[in-house]
């Protein structure tokens, strides 16, 4: 499937939908996601066009996971849970539903499932207050 240049993430990544930004760097962008799965759920993208970790370089996939590293541990100072998950899906078998490669950063707690996977839209000022909490913890 070639890359659709106009995803959602491509387009957030280009400034043209706006996001919940927690980090930047040349190479990638963290930002909340809308729908979490627990509070604090962000996503890092890499800024640069790829589907998924097959057609994503090593260079551009090593530049998000460092990112990933940097932002959960901010997740982690700024919402304290015990467990963080970090999960990157590819193709629709595995649930991807945004084809511009993204980890997931996911706040986890004991005894507390995880969240229905993008079916519950945040409100937006929490979702600000949020990336506020991990910008300051970063
Ligand atoms: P995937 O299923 O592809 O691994 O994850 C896509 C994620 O993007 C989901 O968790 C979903 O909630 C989130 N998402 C979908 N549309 C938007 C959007 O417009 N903005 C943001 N920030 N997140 C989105």
């Known amino acids: 499937m070639a890359y659709d240049q106009d995803n959602i993430f491509a387009r957030i990544v280009r400034g043209e939908i706006p996001c919940h930004r927690v980090y930047e760097d040349a190479d990638t962008l963290a930002f909340m996601d809308i729908m979490p799965q627990a509070e604090g759920h962000t996503l890092v993208v890499p800024k640069s066009a790829g589907e998924d970790i097959f057609s994503t370089s090593p260079e ?14 901010a997740v982690k100072k700024a919402f304290a849970p015990p467990g963080i998950m970090i999960a990157q899906l590819n193709g629709a078998a595995a649930g991807q539903s945004v084809c511009h490669l993204h980890i ?35």
């Open 60 to 73: 551009a996939a090593a530049a998000a996971m460092c990112t990933a590293q940097r932002v959960a541990r």
């Open 104 to 138: 997931h950063v996911i706040p986890r707690y004991v005894g507390k499932d995880l969240g229905i996977h993008a079916a519950n839209p945040a409100d937006h000022a929490v979702l600000a207050e949020h990336a506020a909490r991990i910008r300051a913890a970063l």
